[in-house]
């Protein structure tokens, strides 16, 4: 069964801090994707990734991939308020199209 | 506006009522792909097409929901004699091709009274 776990499932950390949310996928197809989503909204993409060693940035958000481990991270440097959502990866299955997405970390940033 | 559109964004229906929902997506994309999202889930793959050819179904998609993509263009999903566990929020999305991104759109929220 093609599965994608991540955690944690809930994250409340206080701006400034660093921390990784954690991915773990079960295809080989070795295509994992990171995306937003804001209450009651739709899902913005923030990452792509398709190779090991994958690294991706974008402002205080980065995205690796470590496909011998099936491990995905997102790391947060130094979390803003305005960075509180919920998180998804997702991976691609092999010779397919469709997206396995993970339950989510929902991330809550305070003051 | 070139992004994925979705018609209507909410819609409320009682049980046993029939429901279509419409997908416009990204102009070049020729995949074209349906999740649904319940509370507090991540979305779960129903279907998707390439073209017009409808590639892959999900086990999820009862025999009470069809999708189309008539011209490859865009899409539409029907649910019939719709149930209360069909109360979720369907998204659409569309692709380029394999290994690029996928662009969702704002999702049309069911509520089955």
């Known amino acids: 069964e093609l599965k994608v776990e991540q955690n944690p499932l809930f994250l409340s950390m206080q701006e400034g801090k660093n921390y990784t949310i954690y991915c773990n996928y079960s295809?080989?197809?070795?295509?994992l994707y990171w995306y937003r989503q804001d209450p009651g909204k739709s899902l913005e993409s923030l990452f792509v990734?398709?190779?090991?060693?994958a690294v991706k940035q974008e402002g205080r958000l980065m995205a690796s991939l470590d496909t011998k481990a099936r491990l995905s991270t997102l790391h947060i440097t130094a979390a803003v308020h305005d960075l509180s959502a919920t998180y998804f990866c997702?991976?691609?299955?092999?010779?397919?199209?469709?997206?396995?997405f993970g339950t989510g970390t929902r991330l809550q940033v305070f003051p | 506006d070139t992004g994925v559109s979705q018609d209507p964004r909410h819609k409320i229906t009682k049980r046993g009522q029939n429901v279509t929902f419409r997908c416009d997506p990204i102009?070049?994309?020729?995949?074209l792909y349906w999740y649904r999202q319940t509370l507090g889930q991540g979305p779960e793959f129903l279907t998707y097409?390439?073209?017009?050819?409808?590639?892959?179904k999900s086990r999820l998609l009862s025999d009470r929901f069809s999708a189309e993509r008539p011209k490859g263009s865009f899409s539409t999903l029907e649910i019939q004699r719709t149930e209360q566990g069909d109360s979720a929020m369907y998204l659409c999305?569309?692709?380029?091709?394999?290994?690029?991104?996928?662009?969702f759109g704002q999702g049309t929220r069911l509520t089955v009274v």
């Open positions: 999305a569309s692709s380029g091709g394999l290994g690029t991104e996928a662009f």
């Open positions: 295809t080989t197809s070795d295509r």
């Open positions: 990734l398709l190779s090991n060693g």
């Open positions: 997702a991976d691609q299955g092999y010779n397919t199209d469709k997206l396995i």
């Open positions: 102009s070049e994309h020729n995949r």
């Open positions: 097409f390439q073209n017009e050819a409808q590639l892959e």
